[in-house]
């Protein structure tokens, strides 16, 4: 459509040559030196706002205008969620967002969509602690630790559980995850794990990044840890370094520490 709107008077010299005098679109712009987008665009309008010719007699210039272009009515305002309480809901076990979507919608049928309040929650939530972005190199690092929670192995002859402990491995460039029980958290057990995960990986990556467990290492410190002697030398054969993550530094743990316990082991050293 053109920049400037038309003046009414050439407006119904249009509609007054398309509907009286039959003239083709393009005889019409010639008529009214206009363009031709320009006349198809009014008589769209036109049709849309329900006028023909001959227009009625108390249909003024302002009038006129208002039906052809009359804004339609945006969508009603919608409830925004109380950012705050979301937020710490979230911090309890179990909770996620889309079930936090399905209760606001439950009281507010027309809000937000799914989407959409993932993505205010989260334009929401970066105000609240900013943070370095972690860029990782392909084979570069690999972050090693226990999980926090224990799941259990259930014997399906007996129905006895038995507590194990959860051995997380994740390659920092791709995410590639490996999860292994193991009965304890001692050495041989962290040893062995990180044997099969290797193999699992088809090779190491340069760094390997644990948490202070006293398995990898003996005496954490920030900036002179003692790494365990034997995990030093499991390190050394596969031509990798051992560096801990800082202590009380969550974001030196990267995605090892925010592995779901609860996902489904495939028992061949993958999810």
């Known amino acids: 459509m053109a920049a400037t709107r038309l003046?009414?008077?050439?407006?119904?010299?249009?509609?007054?040559l398309k509907y009286e005098a039959g003239l083709s679109h393009r005889a019409i712009a010639q008529a009214c030196a206009v363009g031709l987008g320009t006349v198809t665009t009014y008589l769209q309008r036109a049709?849309?706002?329900?006028?023909?010719?001959?227009?009625?007699?108390?249909?003024?210039?302002?009038?006129?205008?208002?039906?052809?272009?009359?804004?339609?009515?945006?969508?009603?305002?919608?409830?925004v969620p109380d950012w705050s309480a979301l937020h710490q809901e979230l911090k309890k076990p179990g909770v996620t967002l889309a079930l936090l979507w399905t209760e606001y919608r439950a009281l507010h049928p027309g809000g937000y969509s799914y989407s959409q309040l993932c993505e205010r929650y989260r334009?929401?939530?970066?105000?609240?602690?900013?943070s370095m972005r972690q860029v990782h190199r392909a084979g570069e690092k690999l972050f090693v630790d226990f999980s926090g929670k224990r799941p259990h192995l259930v014997d399906t002859t007996t129905g006895e559980e038995?507590?194990?402990?959860?051995?997380?491995?994740?390659?920092?460039?791709?995410?590639?995850?490996?999860?292994?029980?193991?009965?304890?958290?001692?050495?041989?057990s962290w040893v062995n794990a990180h044997v099969r995960m290797l193999e699992y990986f088809h090779g190491s990556p340069a760094i390997w990044v644990p948490d202070n467990l006293?398995?990898?290492?003996?005496t954490a410190h920030r900036y002179d840890p003692e790494i365990n002697c034997t995990y030093a030398d499991l390190a050394r054969h596969y031509g990798a370094v051992v560096i801990p993550?800082?202590?009380?530094?969550?974001?030196d743990k990267?995605?090892?520490s925010y592995c779901s316990p609860f996902r489904t082991f495939d028992g061949k050293g993958g999810y």
């Open 214 to 218: 006293k398995s990898g290492v003996t």
């Open 162 to 188: 038995t507590a194990v402990e959860l051995f997380v491995g994740v390659l920092g460039a791709s995410g590639l995850i490996y999860a292994e029980a193991t009965r304890s958290q001692d050495l041989p």
């Open 245 to 251: 993550a800082r202590v009380a530094t969550p974001t």
């Open 7 to 16: 003046l009414m008077r050439k407006l119904r010299e249009l509609l007054r």
């Open 47 to 79: 049709a849309a706002a329900g006028l023909r010719w001959p227009l009625p007699d108390d249909l003024d210039d302002a009038a006129l205008d208002a039906r052809l272009f009359a804004r339609a009515a945006g969508p009603p305002d919608r409830v």
């Open 123 to 130: 334009q929401w939530a970066r105000a609240l602690r900013p």
């Open 254 to 256: 990267d995605q090892a």
